[in-house]
């Protein structure tokens, strides 16, 4: 008989992974709290653009979406750093300036991703469908719908619906998961800078990154010529501002060079929510053999390294790879994704804090900016050999545990050349002295 699967969340990790499972011929039900969001309209102000880097766009080859995904994704080969005066400094991400991250709206993204579930054979997709009970051992599940409460019973669920996930939250009730959730001091709001004359008012192919120590702005570009705000604030500063005069005069006075770009930045800023920063670490992620998390469900992190729906996906890839190296048992498979995947996603989760230490702080130093230019050049003497943090993380499928030992031994390398590098340059200098 063909295994029922039930998926809950059809966001983006969710709406692949019914897209993988479909490969299999698995009778897969995709069930979504919101109305359809191909049709609905846009919630205000938690678009969020998203960086779809080699990960990603690795698990969107898997299954042929990659060219009709990415069609409207605007490549940004380096970061873009607006000081609050003086000229802007492009900085690249690659030695060779030539590799880019993908700006992309997630709603865009979303969208494709539910067409292509959709199609593919032996998928049904629910919308307005809340999970509100569930027996993880029993594989029952009750949703609130518009027309009442409905019960489907299946063979598997798997939980990809989210940082607040629900199918989570049943199993911590169930004493099945613990959790901790390690919330950031700091919060998000949405801003938009719309199209100039029918043109961009930035360069679109950067991140634009508008550093100011303990807080920080970002400004990714749209197929329509606008760009994607969002600043990250510490959280007591967003009431701070509380009227278009106070507003006005922050902006002016930290992002001066935004003003003129950003008609609706009075209303953006008073009518936008601020959204919430936090890591997730549940353990573990799968009970009974048929019940499991990924993605934000099982391992959100802040969005600071463009890696969230990178590590999604990545995590989408890990699982069927499983499902293939156990002969498609899901009681083997799924202890088996945790095992692999564990390691991976702490990793990442550290490394994106710490890129939110460096875009906020570090970026418009020139100590950092010698340091990338150091970096860059011994990639380009030592190429394969010393590849930067960043590289690795976004342009390449190693595993994020391997991406940080492997910086961590590239740094202990060239902390070791530079001392036998001052040693032999002292020792020539002695000898030469005792020579004279």
């Not at 009709?68 to 940004?76: D, K, R």
């Not at 400094?89 to 993908?102: C, K, T």
């Not at 994704?337 to 710490?354: C, K, S, V």
């Amino acid at each position: 008989m063909t295994e029922r699967v039930a998926i809950v969340g059809a966001g983006l990790a969710g709406s692949l992974l019914a897209c993988f499972l479909a490969r299999r011929g698995l009778t897969v039900t995709l069930y979504e709290r919101r109305a359809d969001p191909r049709v609905a309209e846009v919630e205000r102000g938690r678009s969020i653009n998203l960086a779809i880097s080699e990960r990603g766009l690795d698990a969107l080859r898997r299954i042929g979406l990659v060219d009709q995904v990415m069609a409207g994704a605007l490549p940004m080969k380096g970061r873009m750093i607006h000081p609050v005066e003086g000229p802007l400094d492009f900085q690249p991400y690659s030695a060779g300036r030539d590799r880019a991250i993908n700006s992309i709206s997630r709603g865009a993204l979303n969208n494709a991703l539910l067409d292509a579930a959709a199609e593919a054979p032996g998928v049904e997709i629910l919308f307005d469908h809340r999970l509100v009970e569930f027996d993880s051992q029993a594989g029952s599940l009750i949703f609130a719908t518009p027309a009442g409460k409905v019960e489907a019973r299946v063979d598997v669920v798997l939980g990809a619906d989210g940082a607040g996930s629900a199918v989570r939250e049943q199993l911590l009730a169930d004493g099945a998961v613990v959790e901790e959730v390690d919330f950031l001091d700091y919060g998000y709001k949405e801003l938009s800078i719309p199209a100039v004359a029918g043109e961009f008012g930035l360069d679109p192919g950067a991140l634009h990154i508008w550093p100011r120590g303990n807080s920080m702005m970002i400004a990714l570009p749209n197929p329509d010529r606008s760009f994607t705000c969002t600043v990250f604030w510490p959280t007591g500063s967003f009431d701070a501002l509380s009227t278009p005069a106070v507003i006005e005069e922050h902006f002016r006075a930290n992002y001066p060079d935004l003003l003129p770009l950003a008609p609706n930045l009075i209303d953006d800023y008073l009518h936008n929510p601020v959204g919430l920063l936090g890591t997730v670490h549940a353990q573990p992620w799968q009970a009974h053999g048929r019940t499991a998390l990924l993605g934000d469900a099982a391992h959100a992190i802040v969005p600071f390294y463009g890696q969230g729906a990178n590590c999604a996906f990545e995590d989408v890839v890990e699982l069927d790879r499983c499902l293939d190296d156990t002969a498609g048992a899901w009681a083997r498979a799924l202890p088996l994704f945790e095992h692999r995947r564990r390691e991976n996603t702490e990793a990442i989760a550290e490394m994106a804090l710490a890129n939110f230490v460096e875009m906020r702080d570090k970026v418009a130093s020139p100590v950092f900016r010698l340091g990338k230019r150091i970096e860059h050049g011994l990639e380009r003497l030592l190429p394969g050999r010393y590849v930067s943090r960043y590289e690795l993380v976004s342009f390449s499928t190693t595993p994020y545990a391997e991406v940080k030992q492997r910086v961590h031994r590239q740094h202990q390398v060239l902390a070791a050349a530079v001392l036998v590098g001052a040693a032999l340059t002292g020792a020539v200098a002695r000898a030469a002295r005792r020579h004279r």
